[in-house]
């Protein structure tokens, strides 16, 4: 099923809830001045629920990973509004938005990010530190995320003892070990095989789409288009359409 | 956090050995080589220090310094007597004599000739090193004809071969024999040559012959007065120069560092140690920043404030600094204590007061701080949307 940009975008399945994880309006975001001046998100206005994955598509340079920046409250739009789990992160402060993240906002990263110096526990237990938690609590919390990842053999491995796949699923418990409302997650499969990739969406979906939790997943990847349970597709930083695909997914 | 920035510290053994290398290289350097300036001027004051008893020096008013002998008339002697305040007041010889060996060599010595106080009518010598540090034999022994005292130094340096000590070994200095009755420990000169003791009618005697025999008047200031009045006190009704021995002391040091090149020359391997230090872990710590920028950026992304990436920086130069200064400082320290155990044929320049390991921390601190404000920079700059790029 496809919609139009100016239809609702909100289709719920019947896990969600009726509201908005993610809501942007007008939001626009220009990078330099003057002839070096680029418009990365233009006039952009979306509204991702909870209970979703929602995949963001697009050819390069098309804004994706501008407006997953804006969405995370890693940069701030030019113009427009942005309103993440009910906070309106265009009038956030610095430090309030810092602590926001923190609490609120699961990460994955492309080249997964791990600390090597760190064990595959202790780094999914970062989020847990990050927020004040004791070490050997956070470390057992992280040990137990890591357990239903399938990683539960591999707790005091180091990144570089582990697989590509195996590392991703690392910075995938670490992106749940607090439990965010919102996971962020930046070309997950891009630095994996077909197999390791469809396996760590496969994943995502199932420990990480809650009827309270938002995904967002920045994609290249069409192998692994079949798990999203929206798709926007963006070009030359504006959405160009947004396809519901329930009932189209695998099982 | 601060756990993880450890972990993220010394996860990289060779960058995090590579900056402790550098910073505890540049506090050896420093350390050691302040230590041997240090030492170096305070082997200077040497006889300054050697003297006991007399809290005042007075000397020709063109002196600058304790080997700077400009001998004065008899007659001084009389006048800084008469000198309200002064307790009592000797000559003391200081000169050079050349002392001819048994092997036919000759050898350069520093000759100090002691006069009596007969004022309380002991009798004894005054201006010679204490009692407690007399190796072999007694101030008395002085007393002897041609007596001299030796000092420790200079006994091995002369008769290596010949320790331990044998009283009636004899010099011959200016064509006069000069018999060895004891030893003494002396502080460690300058110029490194033997000490010999002797009474001041004897070392005018061994010294070339000079219209004039007194370099030096040592006084003892009355009770109640203050060494510094007397020094005042002199060079008013005298015209010549009176220091306590804490003002020769540093009017020494200040001759040699203002007319010689010594402090330039340690002063510049000094600051060597320290711009190395500077750029071995300060580009270290850099490189290592600049390697962990991704996983710092996601520190940041996931909710690490930049006031605890400074915390966590910080403490991460802290560590490297506090390993690096004790390795550092306790190598320069481990080098004194070496040389002075194991070298027995040169005298020790090697002083390491509190104020050396003081000065280094400061560098030391100096130098981690210009490290981590390098990374600092870098950190505080990077948008942690840099992780999503």
Known sequence: MTTAIDEPLVELSSAATTSAAVRLRGVSKVFG?????????????????????????????CGKTTLISVVAGLLDPSAGEVEVLGKNLTK?????????????IGFVFQQY????????????????LIAGWDRKKAVEKASHILAQVGL????KSYANQLSGGQQQRVAIARALVHDPQLLVCDEPTAALDGTSGRTVMGLIRQVAVQPDRAVVVVTHDSRVYDFGDRIVTMSDGKVEKVESRHGERPA | MFWVALRMLTGDRAKYLGIVFGVSFAAL??????AIFCGLMRNTTSQIRDVEGADVWVMDRSVQFVDDVKPMSDNKLLRVRGVEGVAWAVKLYKGLGKAKLADGNYQQVILLGLDYDNKDGAGRVVGQPREDRIVVGRWEDLDQPDAVFLDEFGWRYM????????????LEINNKRANIVGLVKCNPTFQTFPILYTKFASAIQYAPPEPKTLPFILVKSQDGITPEEVCERIEESTGLRAKTNNQFFW???????????????FGITVTLGFVVGCAIAGQTFYLFTLENLKQFGSLKAMGVSNLRIVGMVMLQALVVGVIGYGLGIGGAAGFGVVFEKFVKTAPSAFYFGWQIPAIT???????????????????????AGVVFR
Not at chain 1, 50 to 60: F, I, Q, T
Not at chain 1, 152 to 155: A, D, N, R, V
Request: glycine share 12%.
């Open chain 1, 113 to 128: 990010n791990l600390l090597p110096a760190l064990t595959a526990a202790e780094n999914a237990s970062v989020p847990l």
């Open chain 1, 152 to 155: 539960g053999s591999k707790l």
């Open chain 2, 29 to 34: 350097l420093m350390g050691q080589q302040m």
């Open chain 1, 92 to 104: 956030m402060w610095g430090g309030a938005k810092v602590k926001f993240r923190g609490e609120r």
């Open chain 2, 361 to 383: 921390a400061g560098a030391v601190f100096l130098i981690i701080t210009v490290s981590a404000l390098m990374s600092l920079k870098k950190l505080l700059f990077l948008e």
């Open chain 1, 33 to 61: 001045t003057g002839d070096t001046q680029v418009k990365a998100l233009d006039d952009v206005s979306v509204e991702l629920p909870y209970g979703e994955m929602v995949l963001l598509v697009g050819p390069s340079g």
């Open chain 2, 159 to 170: 008769f290596g071969q010949e320790i331990p000590f044998e009283p009636g070994r004899s």
């Open chain 2, 251 to 265: 009017m020494t040091i200040d001759y040699y560092l203002k007319r010689t090149g010594i402090p330039i020359n």
